[in-house]
């Protein structure tokens, strides 16, 4: 069992900066992969980026050069630190823990199975 509960989330002006946190309160972190999904008004969650227990680290492609994801094993806490924010990274960002395998080489949705709450960032 892991229960992830995401933080940082705000408002911020259009190039501006927000740090992301995402806490395991309960169970363990081992999850294989971490990732960062968001999920804006009207269009399908798609993934951010991901980091692996070995600290290796994916993008997507809007996100690429702009956000830095990385991890904390001890405090059980991986982070997403978003610089440059435009307009359209307005979206829920949600945190996400993955125990396949494969989770670094192949990154979509149906990998995770453990879920934060989500935090609003809203950029204008």
């Known amino acids: 069992h892991v229960q992830l509960v995401e933080s940082g989330g705000g408002s911020v002006q259009a190039g501006g900066s927000l740090r992301l946190s995402c806490t395991a309160r309960t169970g363990t972190f081992s999850s294989a992969c971490m990732g960062w999904f968001r999920q804006a008004p009207g269009k399908e969650r798609e993934g951010v980026g991901l980091i692996a227990r070995d600290g290796r680290t994916r993008y997507a492609d809007p996100v690429k050069g702009r956000f830095t994801i990385s991890r904390d094993n001890g405090k059980s806490t991986a982070y997403l630190q978003m610089n440059g924010l435009k307009l359209e990274d307005t979206a829920i960002y949600y945190c996400?823990?993955?125990?396949?395998?494969?989770?670094?080489?192949?990154?979509?949705?149906?990998?995770?199975?453990?879920w934060g709450q989500g935090t609003q960032v809203t950029v204008s």
């Open positions: 996400a823990a993955s125990s396949q395998y494969d989770c670094f080489s192949t990154f979509t949705v149906g990998r995770y199975g453990y």
